[in-house]
């Protein structure tokens, strides 16, 4: 079917599952939260001044920040946990998600933020309009919209540091990436509710069939705020932050090093996508991938395992494996001796 195969499209439609139902959790447990503080504030406070009291704001930011935590923690494995549109960009533009596996991913967070909205106002009684984001009546547009893209910009930044990149503390990124939107919305939430992700405020919009005439700056702030961080990522990145002594906490065991070199090196050296669970989990036989294990074996970064039938970069066959010794974590091709096993 148009050139894709059946593992493809079975990979798509789980990420596409796990995505809508990880953005519906979050924006369930989110917004439900976010619903219940302001109809337990004062009536003295909202709607008649207006004003949000301090423990409303720290409510709010706190059902945001942890319902993203958890959801995040949960569905990390199976779609990446990003329930974003401006998240979804931003991997996009660096690379790491394929134009097909964005597209799915943003319908799938669209339609999530529609079915979450849906079950809180189902759930509990009261419109949906209370969660709607808007500015508040003091806020210029133009100030909305470069608030809403600055703090998109901390979050996708956020993730972009804790969760593309690969380091020792990488399973604890969704720790980080859920205070980062529980201290922006400590900030933002006064100002223009705090949006910074279009399937947050497209959601409850959906279900009240409200488009309010700010609307527009719930998108065009957050996916600017996304160009900006992956910018600032990029740059990072072309400035080689990682030297040494500049990044101690990236994983030092070997195979971790050999495994970012490998990918590293497909991505330099090759036209098609690089699939690493391919790679390290069933193994494969396209011949870029023996290419680039060779020269890192030329490097003396790996050794042959097959009993010598096939000596350090001279060539590799069908179902001979390379091995790196040392530490490798909980990665699926381990030895008793500890070591990696990269078959092809």
Same mark, same amino acid.
């Given at each position: ?12 439609? @789980?990420?596409?599952?796990? $995505? ?25 406070? +909202? ?20 319902? *993203? ?12 946990? %990003? =329930? ?8 996009? %533009?660096?690379?790491? *998600?394929?134009?097909? #596996? ?9 339609? !999530? ?9 189902? %759930? ?20 909305? =919209?470069?608030? $809403?893209?600055? *703090?998109?910009?901390? %979050? @996708? ?20 990436? !859920? ?6 919305? *400590? =900030? ?39 160009? =900006?961080?992956?910018?600032?990522? +990029? ?46 989990? #069933? ?19 790996? &050794? @042959? ?29 381990? #030895?008793?001796?500890?070591?990696? @096993?990269? &078959?092809?």
């Amino acid at each position: 079917m148009l050139g894709i195969s059946k593992e493809t499209l079975k990979r798509d439609a @789980v990420a596409f599952v796990g $995505e809508f139902v990880g953005t519906t959790m979050f924006l369930f447990l989110g917004l439900g939260g976010v619903k219940t503080a302001l109809a337990t504030q004062s009536l003295v406070d +909202i709607p008649v001044t207006g004003f949000i009291t301090n423990e409303t704001i720290f409510m709010v930011a706190t059902s945001m920040g942890l319902s *993203l935590l958890i959801t995040c923690w949960v569905f990390y494995r199976i779609s990446g946990g %990003l =329930f974003n549109p401006a998240i979804t960009l931003s991997l996009w %533009l660096v690379g790491a *998600l394929p134009s097909m #596996r964005a597209a799915i991913l943003l319908v799938a967070q669209l339609a !999530g933020g529609i079915a979450g909205s849906a079950l809180v106002v189902g %759930l509990t009684p009261g419109s949906v309009d209370m969660v709607l984001t808007t500015l508040d009546p003091d806020m210029l547009k133009v100030q909305g =919209f470069f608030l $809403e893209a600055l *703090l998109t910009a901390l %979050l @996708v930044f956020a993730v972009l540091m804790l969760a593309a990149e690969k380091h020792k503390a990488t399973y604890l990124a969704p720790v980080g990436i !859920g205070f980062t939107l529980w201290a922006c919305h *400590l =900030f933002g939430v006064k100002w223009t509710g705090c949006g910074m992700n279009p399937a947050r405020s497209f959601g409850p919009s959906v279900i009240a069939r409200s488009f309010s005439s700010d609307h527009w700056i719930y998108w065009a702030g957050p996916a600017a705020g996304s160009v =900006f961080a992956t910018g600032l990522y +990029i740059i990072l990145k072309l400035a080689s932050y990682e030297l040494k002594g500049q990044d101690d906490d990236k994983p030092t065991d070997g195979a971790a090093n050999f495994k970012a070199a490998l990918v590293s090196r497909l991505r330099r050296d090759s036209r098609a996508p690089v699939d690493e669970r391919s790679i390290f989990e #069933r193994g494969t036989d396209m011949p870029h991938v023996s290419d680039a294990v060779d020269a890192l074996a030329e490097a003396g970064m790996v &050794k @042959v395992a097959s009993g010598g039938l096939c000596p350090v970069g001279s060539g590799m066959a069908r179902g001979d494996s390379y091995l790196l010794p040392g530490a490798v974590g909980n990665m699926h091709d381990v #030895r008793d001796d500890n070591t990696l @096993v990269i &078959k092809v």
